[in-house]
């Protein structure tokens, strides 16, 4: 009998890093070796796909027997002979080596339309786009609609902007069709730099030719002949693949002159961005393609009026046109309804932090974030008490548990003071200081901050001290209504998003976690024992067994006591590296 | 055109004038600091913010164009203490320098902190320290005390055409320099420290000059042909330094030379004696193209009583002169004789010059850098 064998590997950027390329060579070198095609009629074949989302399993394997999927985790190249051996060759699954139930539900709670063809199709491979109907809809779009009717068809679907600010699509595209000028430009946004973001990475990386096909139609609903995708050189995958997709649609004639046999003309190039976080940035944006400094500029026009060297110019996210082929084939009724009133379709987002499943994940808008965490997320990781999630990137705001059950979408996640922002989520628990976590994200925020305006340049370093000075100790009465003077002052002076965000994090945590700033300022205590200079590690007397485990460890020399009576820290000596808190067997050491 | 309301008076300006366009033509003060009519709109240091009836956040009047029936507020207690907030934080990062600072009277930071009463500041913190090293004569570069405003950088690329300098690093490192943060090399036009509103960018010769009472004396450059506008700031018959006004006709811009080539002037240098060139005799008349390098100034600068020239008094001069011209012209008629002038006389000097060749010797054989 015959028997279709499909492996599929992970390629994107973390199965590469777990050795991806290898497991996939090790199953394509086992395939030669046993000669499999010719002795037993069976075609098997090895494919590399783009991320599933779950990279903390990689190297993740699907094996494909007769369309009966089986997939294993953290594959080694060792693991290869063993699973080729005895499923392969003898159809038994090596069990203990296969995904758990966790991975199964990670991913049917979510609903993939960005991410449908990321981890099932090669994406270095136009033919495998073409075989789940790719192009299809750009050819649709080309030949038979006007560029009012996509123009339509994207309104309708209540599309919003991936890239954060969630502007309606539609909208921007008829702004773009409207203006008049000989020269019209698309430009899609890959600049990710949101740390920790990688959405927009495994769509160009498992999915590049959906983004392509989204921009030819946006060409033709805007009348533009050249588009840019900007992409940061830190995402060298990304840029290779892209450029893979492009040069395979000139050959089909997907990209051109003339493309899909009209009189169309449209054609596209990759500009690689040096990686500023500010580059992401609409304007800042289009000056560095100019080959300016990336810096904001004021939006004295729309970019639909004056873009790219001050000539008409659509620019849009990523995910915000890999969404556009499914919404011409399937319909914009179908897209519109995935979502809510006020947005349509999915979003995919980024879970990290203090989660059981971290990774990827695309849920319709409007979901709540308990759905997120704990369904799909699994909940919180050692089974501690969830805090807060922050949501949006570095300038996102941190949601307490209070609101766990809004709808997320743009409005809502405004409403409790964070963004939407990327899609970044970090799930954050009672382990987690709150002003040490705003710190962290504004120390992001200031550094990448390009200079040009004094609030957010100069502004954003004080409130940056004042946070520095609240984690060490030396808080000041006044502090906190510094900070929010400042944070009120900085989002609404500053020129660009960047700033104008800059202080979410400090005044959603004063919003909701005044007490810990309180507790840091007045009584000098981190309730959460994160800040250092706050805490104090003493030994319980009655607990220790004076095994001196400790005073081995101690760097410092701090701890005294002799075998079998109970230790003591000397305070004055003690630097609180914690190293003590982790070498006693006993628990004796308390960290307050 | 435009009419909309700027705190309550009605204005008509022309589309795509600016709110900040239409406060300057009603004369209604806004502070600006990173402003210039002559440049591209910036935004940057957010001082010139005003409120917009049915807007929900301030807006820069220097980058917001005015439309039909808007109501503007150029002041509330909001927005005075939102300036107020970025004045301190420009301070919390400047050195306070003024007593010693080439532009104390007539810096806008200062005069605005005054306006503002900013005594204490609530924000003091990391300061940016730069060692102070330029390799060039003519512009010093104190960037602990530069705002960032860009004007520098705009007037460098859009009017001068050079770009030499730009912004460079991020955050509260960010900085104005040349690329890679190399010294200054350029054309050293000087329209930078022109336009820098502190004491970031300044002459190196105005060092320890004065900074303020001047005698003022407008006058034309006499470099070259464009015959820009210039006024010399002089004080005790000494010019200490050159400005240019907006509303001149070469619009305030000047170049290096107009700028910075003034101190000839009072250099001591100068002749203040005729000499009459005396050629030794090993060098005759046969070998003209071989006369010796001119021998070193002795101290003091003077040239008088080398073997080459030779000091005498004015009679003697004039007379020598006149003997020469007469005979060259009777010999070989007047268009034997070229004049040429310098730059450096004054311009009533190069005027006389020019009608004595042209009237008195009868020649058009006359130049001067600046073209007659
Ligand atoms: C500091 C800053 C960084 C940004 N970074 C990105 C980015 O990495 N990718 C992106 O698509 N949009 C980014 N944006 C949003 C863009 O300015 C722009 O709104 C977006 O790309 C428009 O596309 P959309 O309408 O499809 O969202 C950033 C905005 C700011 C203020
Ligand atoms: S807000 Fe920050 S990043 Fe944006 S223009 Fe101002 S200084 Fe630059
Ligand atoms: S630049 Fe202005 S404010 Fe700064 S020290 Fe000089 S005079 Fe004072
Ligand atoms: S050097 Fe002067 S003109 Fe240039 S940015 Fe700084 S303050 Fe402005
Ligand atoms: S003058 Fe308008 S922002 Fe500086």
């Known amino acids: ?592 | 055109m435009v009419t909309f309301k700027i705190d309550g008076q009605k204005v008509t300006v022309r589309k795509l004038s600016t709110i900040l366009d239409a406060a300057r033509k009603l004369d209604i003060p806004i502070p600006t600091l990173c402003h210039h009519p002559a440049l591209s709109p910036f935004g940057g240091c957010r001082l010139c913010i005003v409120e917009i009836k049915g807007s929900p956040k301030p807006v820069t009047s220097c980058t917001t164009f005015a439309r039909d029936g808007m109501e503007v507020k150029t002041s509330s207690p909001q927005l005075e203490n939102m300036r107020k907030m970025t004045l301190e934080l420009l301070l919390s990062d400047h050195p306070t320098d003024c007593m010693v600072c080439e532009r104390a009277g007539d810096c806008k930071l200062q005069e605005l902190a005054y306006f503002y009463g900013i005594k204490e500041n609530r924000f003091i913190g990391e300061r940016r320290t730069y060692d102070k090293k330029d390799g060039n004569p003519f512009i010093a570069r104190d960037m602990e005390k530069c705002i960032l405003c860009g004007q520098c950088v705009r007037i460098c690329d859009e009017i001068q055409g050079v770009g030499a300098i730009d912004f460079a690093y991020r955050g509260l490192k960010t900085k104005i320099c040349p690329p890679f943060d190399k010294d200054l090399n350029c054309e050293f036009c000087g329209q930078c420290v022109a336009i820098c509103p502190t004491g970031a960018l300044t002459g190196k010769m105005w060092k320890q000059k004065g900074r303020q009472n001047f005698t003022k004396i407008d006058t034309i450059c006499p470099y070259c042909g464009c015959g820009c506008n210039i006024t010399l700031h002089v004080r005790r018959n000494e010019v200490m330094r050159v400005s240019s006004k907006p509303e001149t006709l070469n619009e305030g811009w000047l170049c290096p030379k107009g700028r910075f080539g003034y101190q000839f002037i009072s250099s001591p240098d100068r002749l203040t004696k005729p000499l009459i060139r005396t050629i030794s005799k090993e060098y005759s008349a046969s070998d003209t193209w071989n006369i010796p390098p001119y021998p070193p100034l002795a101290k003091g600068g003077r040239r008088g009583g080398s073997d080459i020239f030779r000091e005498v008094s004015w009679d003697e001069a004039f007379d020598y002169i006149a003997e020469r011209l007469r005979d060259i012209r009777e010999k070989s008629g007047p268009d034997a004789i070229a004049g040429l002038a310098s730059a450096r006389c004054t311009n009533e000097e190069n005027y006389l010059f020019q009608k004595f060749m042209r009237a008195v010797i009868g020649t058009n054989n006359i130049d001067h850098c600046a073209r007659y």
């Open chain 1, 1 to 592: 009998m015959d028997k279709e064998i499909v492996i599929k590997v992970c390629t994107g950027t973390g199965g590469v890093a777990s050795g991806g390329e290898k497991v996939l060579s090790a199953f394509q070198d086992a395939i030669a070796a046993t000669g499999i095609e010719a002795t037993f009629y069976e075609k098997c074949t090895t494919k590399k796909v783009g991320c599933r989302g779950f990279c903390s399993k990689d190297v993740l394997v699907d094996i494909l027997i007769n369309g009966e999927k089986t997939t294993y985790k953290h594959v080694k190249v060792d693991m290869v002979p063993r699973i080729f051996d005895e499923h392969i060759v003898k159809g038994n699954p090596v069990a203990e080596w296969t995904v758990e139930d966790d991975y199964y539900t990670f991913h049917e709670k979510q609903q993939k339309v960005v991410l449908s063809h990321c981890g099932e199709i090669d994406p270095e491979d136009i033919d495998a786009y073409i075989a789940v109907g790719g192009y299809e809809a750009a050819r649709k779009a080309i030949l038979s609609m006007s560029p009012e009717e996509i123009v339509d068809a994207v309104k309708k679907s209540n599309l919003r902007g991936r890239g954060g600010a969630g502007f309606p699509t539609g909208l921007k595209w008829e702004l773009g069709l409207r203006i008049r000028s000989d020269i019209k430009f698309v430009i899609c946004n890959g600049d990710e730099g949101d740390p920790g973001a990688f959405m927009d990475r495994s769509v160009m990386e498992g999915d590049p030719h959906s983004v392509i096909e989204g921009m030819i139609i946006c060409a033709k609903a805007t009348g533009s002949r050249r588009g840019y995708i900007y992409v940061r050189a830190e995402y060298p995958l990304a840029v290779k693949r892209l450029q893979l997709a492009i040069d395979m649609c000139h050959k089909q004639k997907f990209l051109g002159k003339k493309i899909f046999g009209s009189d169309f003309d449209f054609d596209l190039s990759i500009f690689q961005g040096a990686g500023a976080f500010v580059c992401g940035e609409a304007t800042a944006l289009m000056r560095s393609i100019e080959g300016k400094r990336g810096m904001p500029s004021p939006k004295m026009w729309r970019s639909a009026e004056k873009g790219l060297w001050d000539k008409p110019t659509v620019l849009n996210n990523v995910e915000t046109f890999a969404n556009i082929p499914r919404i011409i084939l399937k319909g914009a009724s179908w897209y519109r309804n995935l979502g809510t009133e006020r947005s349509g379709g999915t979003k995919v987002f980024s879970i990290t932090g203090k989660v059981k499943n971290t990774g990827l994940v695309e849920v319709p808008l409007g979901v709540s974030l308990r759905h997120i965490i704990y369904d799909i997320g699994g909940g919180i990781e050692g089974d501690k008490t969830f805090k807060a999630i922050q949501t949006g990137g570095p300038s996102g705001g941190c949601i307490p548990a209070e609101h766990l059950d809004i709808e997320v979408d743009y409005e809502s996640l405004a409403q409790v003071g964070s963004i939407m922002g990327s899609g970044g989520m970090v799930v954050l628990d009672e382990t987690s200081c709150m002003v040490n976590t705003a710190k962290f994200f504004l120390e992001f925020t200031q550094e990448e901050s390009c200079g040009k305006c004094t609030p957010c340049r100069i502004g954003t370093k004080r409130m940056l001290e004042i946070l520095g000075r609240i984690t060490r100790g030396k808080g000041r009465d006044g502090d906190i209504e510094l900070l929010e003077e400042l944070g009120r002052y900085i989002r609404a002076a500053s020129l660009c998003g960047l700033g104008m965000t800059a202080p979410n994090p400090v005044l959603s945590t004063l919003r909701y976690f005044r007490h810990e700033y309180e507790a840091h300022i007045k009584e000098k205590r981190c309730p959460a024992a994160v800040c250092r200079d706050l805490i104090t590690y003493t030994i319980h007397e009655e607990i220790c067994k004076g095994c001196g485990a400790c005073k081995k460890v101690c760097p410092a020399d701090a701890i005294r006591g002799t075998r079998k009576t109970p230790h003591k820290i000397d305070q004055s000596l003690c630097v609180k590296c914690g190293t003590c808190f982790d070498a006693c067997k006993f628990k004796s050491i308390m960290k307050a």
